[in-house]
C-alpha cells in the first residue's frame, strides 16, 4: 500500500488544519528542531491504531491533542485522516478522531470500525504503526541490537503476517 495523503488537524503542534501529499518514493521531511517532523510520523502510527506512551511520546491519550500556547487556545479534538493507495489501485481513507476525555473513533472509506478492523487492515498491508516501513529516530540502533525473537516479529511486520498472530489468538479465546 501506498500512502498518498495526509490531513491533520489538532494533532500535537499541527493545530490549523494541514495537508501533504505523498507522492510515489522515497519522501523526505527537513526542517529546524522542533518544527513537527516527528510528529508527521507519529500522524501516522497513530491514525493505524498506535497508542502506546512511547511511540507516540505521550502520557495519556488526549496528549496527541494540540495543547495549547500562551497565545493560542488548546484544541478540544485531533484528527488525522490517511489516504492510501492499495495495490489494487483502491482508494482507502482512514480517519482517527479524539475528543478530549471521550477517546478515539475511527472510519474507514465512510464507516464506523474498530481500533482492531483498522490496525489489521495495515498490519495485512505490511504497512502498519510497527512496520519497518516507517524509519523513526533510533530506530536503526534498535533493530542491530534487537534480540532475535523482537528480529522475527519486524520481519513478520514487513512480510505482512503479523495480524495472523491476532487472528490467532482470538480464535483461541473463543
Ligand atoms: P527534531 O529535529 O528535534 O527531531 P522534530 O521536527 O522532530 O524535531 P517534533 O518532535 O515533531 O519536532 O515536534 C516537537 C514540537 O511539537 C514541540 O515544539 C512540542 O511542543 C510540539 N508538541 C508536541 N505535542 C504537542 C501538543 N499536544 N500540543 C502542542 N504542541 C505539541
Ligand atoms: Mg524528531
Redesign the pocket.
Known sequence: MLIRRLKLSG???F?EPSELRIEPGLTG?V????????????AIRWVMGENSPKSM??GGMD???????ASRP??DF?EVVLTGQGDDGEELEVVRRIERGAGSAYRVNGRDVRAKDVALTFADAATGAHSPALVS?GKIAQVIAAKPAERRMMLEEAAGIAGLHVRRRDAESK
Not at 529546524?32 to 516527528?38: A, D, I, L, Q, R
Open positions: 494533532f500535537k503542534s493545530v521531511v526542517g529546524p528542531n522542533g518544527c513537527g517532523k516527528s510528529n508527521l510520523l507519529e511520546r505521550s496528549d496527541v491533542i494540540f495543547a495549547g500556547t488548546q484544541r485531533a529516530q
